[in-house]
C-alpha cells in the first residue's frame, strides 16, 4: 500500500515568509507525527496528533510554528516569518495507534531552505 | 545527558564481516526500541523493533536489548556495501509521554567492498 506522503518535497523561501508543508499519512493510521531534523542529527520531535487534535505540541520551537489536521488525515505544518534557522529537513511519520510502542513509518521529508 | 546515545562513527567494516552498532538510553521505563536506517539525503526507514530483553532476529539483522544495561544494539551479518547508511536508534520520549521517539545522532556505517 502507499506509504506516507509529503509535499513539497523541497521548498525554497526567503527570510520572513510564509511556508506549509503538507503530510498524507498511511490510509488507516491514527496517529500523525511531525519531526525536524538537521544535518548530522537525528528527527526532532515537534508535534503530534491522535485524530484532529494536536495531542502534544510540546516539541514546536515557538509560536511560528503550527500545524493542523481538520479531518483526522492529511496535517499541515505551518511555519509564519521564516528564519534562516528554520532551514532543515521536516518529516512527517504515522502510526496505528498514538503509544511509544507503535512502529512509526516517515515520509520522504520536506527539506525547507530559508534563504 | 541524551535520552538516546549513539557513537557517531564513522564504523568501517568490510564486506561480509558483522557490524556491530550501539546505543545506550537513560529512561529506565522503556520498553520498546527501534533501529531505523537512513540513506544520504532520504528519510528514516524502520528496520527493526524490539521490546524484550534478549535477541530478535530478522534475516541478516539481529536486534538485541539488555534492559538492566539500558544498552540496544544492532548486528548486521554479512555485511553489504549498499548496508553503507546511517543507522538511527530510537526509543519513546519521556517528555511526550512516551508517545513520540527520541532519536539517537546516528551512527555512519561504512561497508567497504
Known amino acids: 500500500g502507499a506509504g506516507v506522503s509529503q509535499t513539497p518535497s523541497n521548498k525554497v523561501t526567503e527570510k520572513g515568509k510564509y511556508v506549509e508543508l503538507r503530510c498524507d499519512p498511511i490510509?488507516?493510521?491514527?496517529?500523525l507525527y511531525w519531526y525536524r531534523q538537521s544535518l548530522g542529527q537525528g528527527p526532532e520531535f515537534l508535534i503530534y496528533?491522535?485524530?484532529?487534535?494536536?495531542?502534544?505540541d510540546s516539541g514546536l520551537p515557538n509560536d511560528r510554528f503550527f500545524a493542523v489536521r481538520p479531518e483526522g488525515s492529511v496535517s499541515t505544518l505551518k511555519i509564519q516569518r521564516t528564519e534562516r534557522g528554520d532551514s532543515a529537513v521536516y518529516l512527517c511519520?504515522?502510526?496505528?495507534?498514538?503509544?511509544?510502542?507503535?512502529?512509526?513509518?516517515f515520509g520522504p521529508g520536506t527539506r525547507l531552505t530559508v534563504l | 545527558q541524551k535520552e538516546v546515545e549513539q557513537n557517531s562513527g564513522p564504523l568501517s567494516v568490510p564486506e561480509g564481516a558483522i557490524a556491530s552498532l550501539n546505543c545506550t538510553y537513560s529512561?529506565?521505563?522503556?520498553?520498546?526500541f527501534f533501529w531505523y536506517r537512513q540513506y544520504s539525503g532520504k528519510s528514516p526507514e524502520l528496520i527493526m523493533s524490539?521490546?524484550?530483553?534478549g535477541d530478535k532476529e530478522d534475516g541478516r539483522f539481529t536486534a538485541q536489548l539488555n534492559k538492566a544495561s539500558q544498552y540496544v544494539s544492532l548486528l548486521i551479518r554479512d555485511s553489504q556495501p549498499s548496508d553503507s547508511a546511517t543507522y538511527l536508534c530510537?526509543?519513546?520520549?519521556?517528555?511526550?509521554?512516551?508517545?513520540?521517539?527520541?532519536f539517537g545522532s546516528g551512527t555512519r556505517l561504512q561497508v567497504q567492498p
Open positions: 511519520a504515522s502510526s496505528t495507534r498514538l503509544a511509544g510502542y507503535n512502529e512509526q513509518f
Open positions: 524490539i521490546y524484550s530483553n
Open positions: 530510537a526509543a519513546p520520549a519521556v517528555g511526550t509521554g512516551r508517545r513520540a521517539l527520541t
Open positions: 490510509s488507516g493510521h491514527t496517529a
Open positions: 496528533f491522535q485524530g484532529t487534535g494536536a495531542a502534544d
Open positions: 529512561d529506565r521505563g522503556s520498553q520498546s
